[in-house]
């Protein structure tokens, strides 16, 4: 018996009877042969902390553009809170633990720089629209690995396609993951962003203690007590329902609601973020114009023939770019450069 082996064996033993077992994966698009030491779902954890595009959230936005402090979210550390929330939950509730993080630390993959800016850009200008939860699992299915993809587990992809919404419900029957590893992701982002972009904004100065409602703090005085109260809350709640998926209590299902509501209304859609996120659009229209005009340019590490719709080409790349990539990219396409006279 293999190192794997025994794993899958102790997951079968320990774990809770609707817990996803490695063993039982529905496996990859591309079949492979699976490995000695490592379970299906710790390889694609590897394979995603491994990539590229993992690497390149620590320049992402999360809420703020390219913030000058050191203490700021960036979109890596939101996705590292998402995971720590995620697999707090996933063995409390003696499910799948390995799952449950690929799925978080790959949740992200496809977001774009400037945040939710850059995003809406890529919404109205790409002929078949742009969605940054699919375009994480185009990441993971194509992009990555100079076009080859990374080839994950059907259950991770499921997990990362399903996990985000929006405005949305966050317990969606429509669009719910078939896992509950997977449901799991998609409590925790909503756990994490919220807490996470409030402390962000208090600390830039944007808003005031004052300006939050204080029903927010009827669940806790700090953000670790919120987020220590929104996450037992969900173990609790799920564990009560016969773990039939993951749910929260009607009160802090609402206050989780109402304080999403108060960061679109005065963080994601305030007018001070409006403001240079309408800088940051200005940047992405004219790398979109100039790039669709000169697709060479774009991905010479990736086969043509992996992406052959010249649209789509541009698209990937400028979802690709870190924030301060683009700023490099349109200065040194778009500004004067200085004359190097000696």
């Known amino acids: ?32 042969k699976e490995g000695e030491i490592r379970t299906c779902f710790q390889r694609d ?22 913030p000058r402090g050191d203490h700021y979210r960036t979109r890596l550390t939101h996705t590292l809170e998402v995971s720590q929330i995620a697999r707090t939950i996933a063995r409390a509730l003696r499910l799948n633990e390995d799952l449950t993080e690929a799925i978080a630390l790959g949740h992200d993959l496809g977001h774009t720089p400037f ?19 699919k375009q994480s699992l185009r990441v993971v299915d194509v992009l990555e690995r100079n076009g080859q993809g990374l080839n994950l587990t059907l259950e991770v992809r499921d997990g990362i396609l399903k996990h985000s919404k929006g405005k949305g419900k966050i317990f969606s029957t429509i669009d719910k993951s078939e896992t509950l590893e997977g449901q799991i992701v998609r409590v925790s982002d909503i756990i994490a962003y919220v807490n996470h972009d409030l402390d962000d904004a ?5 808003l005031r203690k004052s300006d939050i409602p ?27 329902a016969g773990l039939k998926g993951i749910r929260m209590s009607k009160e802090i299902k609402n206050i989780t ?20 996120f309408r800088k940051a659009k200005k940047i992405l229209l004219d790398l979109h114009d100039y790039y669709l005009k000169h697709p060479d340019e774009v991905f ?3 086969p043509k023939e992996v992406i052959a719709d010249k649209e789509q080409r541009v698209c990937d790349f400028i ?20 004359w190097m006279v000696f």
Do not use: W
Not at 319 to 338: I, N, S, V
């Open 257 to 276: 609601y109402a304080l999403r509501d108060f960061l679109y209304a005065n963080i994601y859609e305030g007018e001070i973020t409006k403001r240079e």
């Open 214 to 240: 204080p029903e927010f703090f009827k669940i806790g005085e700090t953000q670790a007590k919120r987020i220590d109260t929104m996450v037992k809350d969900a173990i609790y709640t799920s564990l009560a």
């Open 115 to 133: 945040g939710h800016a850059g995003e809406d850009v890529l919404r109205k200008i790409y002929p078949g629209g742009f969605e940054h939860y």
């Open 1 to 32: 018996m293999t190192i794997r082996e025994q794993t899958e064996e102790i997951e079968r033993q320990i774990l809770h009877p609707k817990a996803c077992l490695s063993s039982q994966s529905k496996g990859r698009l591309k079949p492979e």
């Open 300 to 302: 010479k590490e990736i």
């Open 45 to 66: 954890r590897d394979r995603i902390i491994h990539s590229k595009t993992f690497r390149r959230l620590k320049h992402k936005t999360q809420v703020f553009l390219a």
């Open 319 to 338: 979802a690709g770019m870190t924030d301060r990539f683009a700023l490099m990219m349109y200065e040194r396409l778009f500004l004067p450069q200085p």
């Open 202 to 206: 208090l600390r830039a100065g944007v």
